[in-house]
């Protein structure tokens, strides 16, 4: 991450892409996963997006009101919602299996990172871990500070927003961050091209290409016919380093083309 020479590409792929490319996730090269954790009765975690598991599993009800025993009888739901023969992994389950591989984005962990934190230092982990926020400097400084030189922290700053050019520098004097996630809903907005200049050099973009609307017209389902136009527009005109996307295969294919992986 604090290679900034480097001209590789930083590929984020969302959990649930993990079961399909794990040999991929797991001995590629600038790779990363979006974890999603979410708190069961226990207080065990497990990688769920939703508060609920009833879309992404063939069980139901809140994950918050389950013990591991009961969502460990439910399987998985690929992307077209058929089922898999996958289970619902734990948070110190993956992080035993990505140790010393791929860094690891804690999705939602905000409010939690305690608990999150003392898995990760329990496997030896800490150094891959990623969180992030929308909250201001100060704030982190409050109630993250203590972790600052242990994980990585990365803002998400929303570029459509008035002020966001100055929150950037606010987190630039005050924390320094490795990178920082940027949104900008329209192709229109001109502040993605003044923050590439206000961070070239001191610290990585990260842009999210999930959905349209996310990094402006520029989404996985559209690089489908022109991945030029999106992924080669976000590392050629907005430098960006990082990507996250729900087309891992489509995405380290154009990469390796451009021999940026």
Known sequence: LKQDHDHRIILCASSRRIPQYLDQMLWG?????????????????VLMHDATI??????SGKVSELTLDSIRNCYLKAADSTLTDLRVPTLDEVFEISKDRIMLNIDKGYWIFDDVYALAEKAGTTRQIIMKGDQAADQVLE??????DRVFYMPIVNLNKEGAEEAIADFQEKI???AYELLYKSDTCQT???????LAGKSLIWYNTMWNGM???????RAVDDPDRVYGYLIDSLNARIIQTDRPGFLIR???SRGQH
């Open 143 to 148: 109630s993250f500070g203590r972790y600052l």
């Open 176 to 178: 320094r961050p490795v």
């Open 29 to 45: 090269r600038g790779m990363g996963a979006i974890l999603t954790s979410g708190t069961l009765k226990t207080g065990r975690l």
């Open 54 to 59: 009833d879309r992404t599993t063939n069980g």
């Open 254 to 256: 154009y990469l390796v």
């Open 192 to 198: 993605p091209l003044r923050v590439k200049n206000q």
């Open 215 to 221: 990094s402006g017209s520029r989404y996985d389902d």
